[in-house]
C-alpha cells in the first residue's frame, strides 16, 4: 500500500469514523502524496519549493495523477501550495479506493436522525491486514531503537505531523512516543536529499494546519 492509503486506514476507527478532525485528516493526505513522490525520487523540494525530478509514471494512478498536477503547473510552487490543492479532493478518492479493493465498505446513516452520514469500516468487520500490518511497523519502530525503514519512517513522520499518534499509540506512554517520533525523524532513514524533502514536507503539513485552523477559527462568529 501506499502511504496514503496507509495514513487513511490508521486515521479511522473501527465503526467508520475519522479518529481526527477533517484538517489535519486532509492535509495529512495531502502529505502523504507529496512525500510519495519524494520517496520515489519524482520530487525534491529546493529552495522551498517543489520541484519535478522525474517525470515518468510511478505505476500508482492516485500518486500519479498528483504527479501530473504538479507538472502541469506553470512554475515551481511552495509544498504548502500543492498541500491546499491535494487537501480538498485526496479523501474521496483514497476511501473510494479502498472500498473498491474491498479494503473498506461504504455505511450510509443519519446523526441524530436528521443529518446524512457516511462511514467507511473495515469490509469484514476487522481491522484490515494492511492496517494491522502499518500498526505493527510503527509500533515496532517507536518501541525499538536505531535506525527504521524509510517507508515506516516516512509514515511515523505523517502520524506526527497531524497529531495522529495520540490515536496510533494511545496505549503507550506520551513521553515515549513523542521522544521516539523526535528521534526517528532525525535519524538517517533515507538518503540526504530524499530526507530533506520529507523534513520539509512535514514541516509543511503541520504549517498548513495551523493556518487552516487558524482561518477557520477567525471565521467563527464570537
Known amino acids: 500500500m501506499n502511504l496514503v492509503e496507509e495514513f487513511t486506514l490508521l486515521a479511522y476507527d473501527d465503526d467508520g469514523t475519522p479518529l481526527t478532525d477533517g484538517t489535519h485528516l486532509d492535509h495529512g493526505l495531502a502529505g502523504g502524496l507529496l512525500l510519495e513522490l519524494a520517496?520515489?525520487?519524482?520530487?525534491?523540494?529546493?529552495?522551498?519549493?517543489?520541484?519535478?525530478?522525474?517525470?515518468?509514471?510511478?505505476?500508482?494512478?492516485?500518486?500519479?495523477?498528483a504527479l501530473m498536477r504538479i507538472?502541469?503547473?506553470?512554475?515551481?510552487?511552495?509544498?504548502?501550495?500543492?498541500?491546499?490543492?491535494?487537501?480538498?479532493?485526496?479523501?474521496?478518492?483514497?476511501?473510494?479506493?479502498?472500498?473498491?479493493?474491498?479494503?473498506?465498505?461504504?455505511e450510509?446513516?443519519?446523526?441524530?436522525?436528521?443529518?446524512?452520514?457516511?462511514?467507511?469500516?473495515a469490509a469484514h468487520g476487522v481491522e484490515p491486514v494492511q492496517e494491522t500490518a502499518a500498526r505493527d511497523r510503527m509500533r515496532h519502530a517507536v518501541l525499538g531503537t536505531g535506525e527504521v525503514e524509510p517507508r515506516t519512517?516516512?509514515?511515523?513522520?505523517?502520524?506526527?505531523?497531524?497529531?495522529?499518534?495520540?490515536?496510533?499509540?494511545?496505549?503507550?506512554?506520551?513521553?515515549v512516543v513523542q521522544a521516539r517520533l523526535r528521534e526517528i525523524g532525525e535519524g538517517a532513514w533515507a538518503a540526504t536529499a530524499v530526507k530533506k524533502a520529507i523534513d520539509e514536507i512535514q514541516v509543511a503539513v503541520m504549517v498548513a494546519i495551523v493556518a487552516s485552523t487558524t482561518a477557520a477559527t477567525a471565521g467563527t462568529p464570537s
Do not use: N
Not at 50 to 61: I, K, N
Not at 83 to 105: H, S
Not at 108 to 116: C, N
Open 39 to 65: 520517496m520515489a525520487g519524482r520530487v525534491d523540494v529546493a529552495d522551498k519549493k517543489v520541484v519535478v525530478l522525474d517525470q515518468s509514471p510511478t505505476g500508482d494512478p492516485l500518486i500519479d495523477s
Open 153 to 175: 519512517a516516512a509514515l511515523c513522520a505523517l502520524v506526527a505531523a497531524t497529531d495522529l499518534d495520540k490515536k496510533v499509540f494511545a496505549d503507550l506512554d506520551r513521553k
Open 108 to 121: 450510509k446513516d443519519k446523526v441524530l436522525w436528521v443529518f446524512p452520514r457516511t462511514r467507511y469500516p
Open 71 to 106: 507538472i502541469a503547473d506553470d512554475k515551481p510552487r511552495k509544498p504548502g501550495h500543492w498541500l491546499t490543492k491535494f487537501a480538498g479532493d485526496t479523501r474521496p478518492q483514497v476511501l473510494d479506493r479502498l472500498v473498491a479493493e474491498g479494503i473498506l465498505r461504504t
